[in-house]
């Protein structure tokens, strides 16, 4: 059964033994799969449907093409809505862009409710997944990456800061690899996203016929259906023959630079304050390109946004996922208020100039009042908009 639904495809597949799979398809092509608001709000109700429905035995997240699984969140229409709340009387309200208040919440929501959802959800994390793309792989439960799949949070080189519960998965990574990934917005391959705690299973992308083949001949009876989907996806990642045709050329997954570099990781990030660790990133004199590349991106990037994103992983150290994102939520909201999000998206997305003129041209410009103001909260723990989040 097929709901053609622009800018994501619905589908239900049949398996074995009369249970289904739902199969979730980003539509958006052309723009890599952006999420958008729509995107979100076509996702989380049939998410929800099929959740509720025994029939369901897990669900399937992929997109169209062989470019990107989803490179972030759609930021045009947040940029209008940015542009007219700095001019507009209540600027100084972040309640007062209403798009970006719903588009937040409604994203935030969604994210959290696939870490929490109660099927299988399998991730096909093929090509270009990041920011918001890493926000809805992140929570599923399982998460396949491909000889193709490149990973990052950029947010910094767009003013923002690593969120959809990136403050959460970022804290939870080996040694300070999480802040190093927030400040350089390094690019990761698909051992990076095991060896970060991003991804569950690394199969080739031409495997990926042969193993929606097994998913339909088995039939999802055994009481398990995490455990199921378990076995086939370790079966398909350790034997390839044993769900596809050998390939002509054997498939190549590139050694994980974050292993290879956590020492050095660990050094730089380790030290106590945020200037001593920008200061010792930046001079860093490598040959290695995957570290010159994390250096120029911390050297072009927001120095608030590096500020926050290393606040936020100290923040949230003991908090729940719940909490996380209502703390990021408002947190969110303050950068929209600010002008830094919206020069970067100009800069990066909009006119393409790549020449931000950001608030703070410094880290030593950056005051500590400044930063703390981005935790100020319009709302108490009851009345916040995401308080029902368990």
């Known amino acids: 059964m097929t709901q053609n639904s622009n800018p994501v495809a619905f589908e239900e597949w049949s398996a074995q033994g009369g249970r289904r799979i739902g199969v979730a398809t980003l539509a958006s092509e052309k723009t890599l799969n952006a999420l958008s608001l729509d995107m979100v709000n076509l996702l989380t109700p049939q998410l929800r449907k099929w959740q509720a429905d ?17 490179a972030g969140g759609d930021l045009q229409q947040l940029y209008k809505t940015m542009l007219e709340h700095h001019a507009a009387p209540d600027r100084e309200d972040i309640r007062g862009n209403p798009y ?33 793309g890493i926000g809805l792989m992140a929570g599923c439960s399982h998460r396949v990456v491909t000889e193709k799949s490149r990973l990052a949070m950029p947010e910094i080189t767009i003013g923002l800061y690593p969120d959809v519960g990136g403050s959460w998965f970022l804290s939870r990574m080996p040694g300070k690899t999480g802040v190093f990934l927030a400040l350089t917005g390094a690019l990761m391959n698909a051992n990076d996203a095991i060896y970060a705690g991003l991804a569950d299973y690394t199969i080739g992308q031409q495997h990926k016929q042969a193993l929606i083949d097994q998913l339909l001949a088995q039939r999802w009876d055994s009481g398990d259906d995490h455990a199921a989907l378990d076995g086939l996806l370790l079966q398909a990642q350790d034997d390839g023959a044993s769900v ?18 956590q020492d050095l ?15 010792a990133i930046l001079a860093l004199e490598v040959e ?32 729940s996922l719940a909490e996380v994102f209502r703390l990021e939520f408002g947190v969110s909201l303050q950068c929209a208020a600010r002008p830094d999000f919206s020069e ?9 100039d790549q020449k931000p003129k950001w608030k703070h041209a410094t880290l030593e410009q950056v005051d500590a009042d400044w930063v703390e103001g981005f935790f100020a909260s319009p709302w108490t723990r009851e009345n916040h908009p995401l308080a029902d989040l368990a």
Request: proline share 6%; aromatic share 8%.
């Open 54 to 70: 025994p029939a369901i035995a897990m669900v399937i997240l992929q997109a169209q093409g062989e470019k990107a699984f989803c």
């Open 344 to 352: 970067g998206v100009r800069a990066l997305i909009i006119e393409k």
């Open 265 to 279: 990781i660990n050094a730089l990030c380790g030290k106590p304050t945020l200037p001593e660790i920008v200061s």
């Open 244 to 261: 596809a045709e050998p390939a002509a050329e054997p498939i190549v997954f590139a050694a994980s630079q974050l292993r290879a570099h």
């Open 100 to 132: 970006a208040v719903e588009f937040f919440e409604h994203e935030y929501r969604l994210d959290y409710l696939i870490h929490t959802y109660s099927k299988p959800i399998l991730c096909w994390g093929h090509g270009i997944v990041m920011g918001g």
């Open 288 to 319: 290695d390109a995957w570290l010159r590349k994390a250096v120029a991106t911390l050297r072009a990037g927001a120095p608030a946004s590096a500020w926050l994103g290393y606040a936020l992983q100290k923040k949230v150290r003991h908090m």
